[in-house]
């Protein structure tokens, strides 16, 4: 059901590879709703073609190829979504994470750190170089909203999350960061929402993610947040709605990060008789 939450406004959707991913999810759901996109995702991954296919279904919204850590590919992306607009931008959603250590096998004990750099830089810096091109083009409307996609592991050790944790800190602090200088310039407001795993190209690349996804689903009093639900909850953030929200992790996990144990994790846990 659509409610027209986002009729009007303008925005920029990062990170949708395929059907599985967040941003794909999240680019429906804001489209379903009113807005108008741009959609964007690293050259390599455009060349996979199938981006081309939600642009059609978001009223052929434009696709520009922009690698998140790279500047002029930043401000070229900005100054065109700002043409084809006609003006300024209400929202933007960073869904975009890539551990290189993680791909490649290396345990956190003994990290790569050129590796380690290139993660930071796509995970977690790319944030402040999106945040600081639209600020150097104010390119933000007032009251404009940006969310950025993280996980709990900033707070709480999962091995198998290795470098990204650390990522995940990183990218969760320049929110809190920047979100108070683009508040107090232009009331824009800065988020990130901390999902629960999901079965996503980028999620199934941590070490027996099939594992992690059960132990989350039975440590959740209404089960891990599915992709869709994650989406409906993006576009409220982009809504007039959450105007007076910013500069919070904000956890979409179904009480994943306030549940201690559940009956189920115990059941499971029972010594053998
Ligand atoms: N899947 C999960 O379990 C989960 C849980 C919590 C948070 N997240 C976060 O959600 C976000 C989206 O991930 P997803 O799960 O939808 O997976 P995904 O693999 O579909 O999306 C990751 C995206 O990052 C893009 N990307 C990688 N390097 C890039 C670069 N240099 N420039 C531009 N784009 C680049 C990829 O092309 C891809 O579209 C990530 O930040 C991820 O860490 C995922």
């Avoid at 830089?121 to 404009?144: F, G, P, Q, R, Y």
Wanted: glycine share 8%.
């Amino acid at each position: 059901m659509a409610y027209n939450l986002l009729k009007g406004k303008k925005g920029i959707i990062f990170g949708a590879l395929d059907e599985k991913s967040i941003a794909w999810k999240a680019a429906l759901k804001c489209y379903e709703e009113g807005a108008q996109l741009v959609l964007t995702n690293a050259p390599v991954a455009l060349r996979m073609g199938t981006i081309n296919k939600l642009s059609e279904i978001c009223g052929n919204a434009p696709v520009i190829g922009a690698d998140v850590t790279n500047v002029d590919d930043l401000k070229n992306l900005i100054e065109k979504s700002m043409e084809h607009f006609g003006g300024g931008i209400d929202f933007i959603l960073h869904s975009v994470g890539m551990g290189l250590n993680v791909r490649k096998g290396k345990p956190y004990t003994e990290l790569n750190y050129d590796w380690n750099q290139k993660t930071f830089d796509i995970s977690s810096v790319s944030l402040h170089k999106v945040l600081k091109t639209c600020w150097e083009l104010d390119a933000l409307n007032e009251h404009a909203s940006v969310v950025a996609l993280t996980y709990i592991a900033a707070q709480r050790v999962f091995p198998s999350y290795n470098e990204m944790a650390d990522a995940k800190a990183l990218l969760e602090s320049i929110t809190r960061m920047f979100g108070y200088y683009y508040g107090e310039r232009k009331k824009v407001r800065v988020n990130t929402i901390s999902q629960s795993p999901t079965p996503t190209t980028a999620g199934s690349g941590v070490q027996g993610f099939d594992s992690f996804l059960s132990y989350a689903e039975k440590m959740s009093p209404l089960g891990n947040a599915p992709a869709e639900a994650c989406a409906d909850y993006i576009a409220v953030m982009f809504s007039d709605l959450t105007r007076y929200v910013t500069m919070q992790n904000l956890f979409h996990d179904g009480g994943f990060s306030f549940t201690g144990v559940t009956d189920k994790v115990l059941n499971a846990m029972k010594p053998d008789a």
